[in-house]
């Protein structure tokens, strides 16, 4: 009988793919059991970059029948990439599930600074009475987000539901992506050699970006230095898209007004890193993604992709390309 390793966070859909699956045995690991090398498991199901409950991805090595697995997340750029293709074994990503949390988040760190939330709340915990309106001329000062512009640097699911939801306050959209190919809902989308003018023009910049070997460090002091003075700079890609220390230092030198981060490197992000004490930043644990419907929506591109891979050998949506990194 074929095998097939759940992660855990798929246990109450069980039922659904066994149906699915019929004649395959189905094995759900908690962080606590003990995975048997010997048994011939060819599918791993609802992982994510941490691994397979309390192990490590070390365990590929020790399964060898493994064929196909499916990632819990987007990203896959912790994981053992080379070693997987060298074995040939399909990787299929959680691309598209993080729509609805992820601009939900984006939106909730542009609101908390443009509407003054950010500090109000500093001012709550301190019974402190301040109105915003009594402080001239400072990053305290609350301003409006419609008809402002807003640069997103990745144009797919989440950047494309993030300019859909920036319509509805009359914003300009920018997109950044590597090809600037159109996309839904961007006024305008500039390739990977004119990202300098989405930044000049961004009253909001949010990198959504994956890791790759074009992105890593591209949010550099030289990127930096081409936005406003008034930007607010949200990060919910991947953390070392930015170049942490060029960013307390904008932020420090006023070369932008404010961060959002709910991604940084490393994570967690140590107690005695600046970012934590300044006022100007707001930081969420790599949550942004965090949705009662997440796993529902990895099963549906799961029980998907399986379909795909009983008739015709192989997984068929979001399968990852290692030339690209994504």
């Not at 709340?121 to 309106?133: E, V």
């Not at 644990?285 to 591109?301: C, G, S």
């Not at 029980?303 to 290692?322: C, I, M, Q, T, W």
Request: proline fraction near 4%; include cysteine; aromatic fraction near 10%.
């Amino acid at each position: 009988m074929k095998k097939m390793l759940l992660h855990s966070s798929l246990r109450r859909y069980q039922d659904k793919i066994a149906a699915a699956a019929p004649g395959w045995e189905l094995i759900v690991v908690n962080r606590e059991d003990t995975i048997n090398a010997d048994d011939e498991i060819e599918i791993v199901a609802g992982m994510s970059m941490a691994g397979i409950g309390g192990y490590s991805w070390e365990l590929l090595d020790s399964l060898k029948g493994v064929r196909w697995v499916q990632l819990r997340s987007a990203g896959a750029d912790q994981l053992p990439l080379q070693k997987m293709e060298k074995r040939g074994i399909a990787l299929t990503t959680a691309i598209g599930v993080h729509g609805e949390p992820l601009s939900e988040s984006i939106f909730a760190f542009i609101l908390g600074f443009a509407r003054g939330l950010w500090w109000s709340l500093h001012d709550q915990s301190r019974k402190f009475w301040r109105r915003a309106t009594d402080v001239e001329n400072t990053i305290y000062s609350p301003w409006e987000m419609h008809g402002q512009t807003i640069g997103i640097m990745g144009t797919g699911v989440v950047g494309s539901e993030t300019a859909r939801l920036a319509k509805a306050f009359n914003m300009r959209t920018l997109g950044f992506s590597r090809s600037g190919k159109p996309a839904a809902h961007f006024d305008v989308v500039y390739p990977l050699d004119q990202l300098d003018q989405l930044l000049s023009q961004s009253d909001f910049v949010v990198n959504i970006l994956p890791l790759t070997s074009e992105t890593h460090g591209l949010i550099n002091a030289a990127r930096f230095n081409q936005m406003k003075p008034s930007a607010c700079y949200i990060g919910i890609g991947r953390g070392d898209t930015t170049v942490q220390q060029d960013l307390i230092d904008a932020l420090k030198n006023k070369k932008i007004a404010f961060a959002g981060l709910d991604v940084t490197t490393p994570e967690p992000l140590p107690a005695d890193s600046p970012l934590w004490s300044m006022d100007n930043v707001m930081i969420t644990p790599h949550v942004a993604w965090a949705t009662e419907h997440y796993d529902a929506r990895v099963l549906e591109i799961f029980l998907r992709n399986l379909d795909a891979y009983l008739r015709e050998g192989k997984p068929a949506f979001n399968v990852f390309d290692h030339r690209k990194m994504y």
